[in-house]
């Protein structure tokens, strides 16, 4: 074989396989879409895995999930951080483009959540362990206290977001200054008109300040749902959880008050790591990890 060819390849295998481990991007089809997750398999994969979702508009590869895969990497152990398509098919591991219309459903997630969890099982894994960040946290915890999979063994809540009717009516008039209530309005009567794929344009959603949206997907985000409160769904939870919150999270601030009484220190454990902000950067992802690595490979 010619030497520099040889070399080529040497190098790339050492990117790929170091230690045993192996990482890849993969697909899966669902429904109309397909899926893509970046996985690292590690030691005995695959063993115990973390099945990871991120945070709201945000992709698999941020900093604050790519960190912690390395991190268990490092430990031996496999994962699978997942992209949620937000009805974008093949969609890439970006940050969601404003420009774009917004036609998903915050519980499209719980069904990817789902999808992803039946391809680990066809891969053999029976001890599974969610993890999600900030929305994506909720995301997690529905799923699990609603469909309950039995090789779920325990899940890990990073910041997950919490909710109020009166605390999401406040926040859309303070970051849009205009009141949700009337658009929230038209958004049902246009979903019980049966025309739900109607677009709403020039309106706030989420991390858009003038974006578009189906009415659907507005409902979907913006209607009064009790199980947009992480907390609230703790106690419908099976397995173990642990909770991680940052002192220094001005996006969800009250998850440590909100989850501390619920927090027994066996079932439901809270984690408070000082000074942390809401996506455990910089020298707090290295927290972030020494929290979660424990809890994950106790028996």
Same mark, same amino acid.
């Given at each position: ?79 699978? /951080? ?23 459903? @915050? ?25 999600? @960040? ?31 009717? !009166?605390?999401?009516?406040? /926040? ?37 300040? !003038? ?8 409902? /979907? ?56 902000? @809401?996506?455990?950067? !910089? ?17």
């Amino acid at each position: 074989m010619n030497y520099r060819l040889q070399l080529m390849l040497g190098l790339c295998l050492s990117v790929i396989v170091l230690n045993g481990a192996y990482a890849e991007n993969v697909t899966l089809k669902h429904k109309n879409v397909t899926l893509n997750a970046y996985v690292e398999k590690a030691g005995d994969w695959p063993g115990r895995v973390v099945l990871m979702t991120h945070g709201t508009l945000a992709n698999n590869r941020t900093e604050t999930l790519s960190g912690l895969q390395d991190a268990l990497k490092s430990r031996g152990i496999s994962s699978l /951080s997942i992209n949620l398509s937000y009805g974008i098919d093949n969609r890439a591991s970006a940050t969601y483009d404003c420009a774009v219309p917004h036609r998903y459903k @915050h519980t499209d997630a719980l069904d990817e959540i789902g999808a992803w969890l039946a391809w680990l099982k066809q891969q053999g894994a029976k001890d599974i362990v969610l993890l999600g @960040h900030s929305r994506g946290g909720n995301q997690t915890a529905w799923f699990a206290a609603e469909r309950n999979d039995p090789a779920v063994s325990r899940l890990v809540l990073i910041a997950p977001t919490t909710w109020t009717a !009166d605390g999401t009516t406040r /926040s859309y008039r303070a970051n849009y200054n205009t009141d949700l209530a009337p658009l929230l309005k038209k958004a049902q009567a246009l979903v019980a008109g049966g025309q739900p794929d109607t677009l709403l344009e020039h309106i706030g959603f989420l991390y858009c300040p !003038d974006g578009t949206a189906t009415a659907a997907a507005f409902v /979907s985000h913006y209607a009064d749902e009790a199980r947009f409160d992480t907390p609230s769904l703790l106690s419908k939870l099976k397995q173990r959880v642990l909770v991680v919150a940052g002192t220094g999270d001005e996006v969800v601030p009250d998850i440590v008050a909100r989850v501390k009484p619920l927090a027994d220190g066996k079932k439901i454990r809270l984690t408070v790591i000082d000074g942390a902000d @809401h996506a455990f950067l !910089d020298l707090y992802a290295g927290d972030l990890s020494g929290a979660v690595i424990p809890f994950i490979t106790e028996p």
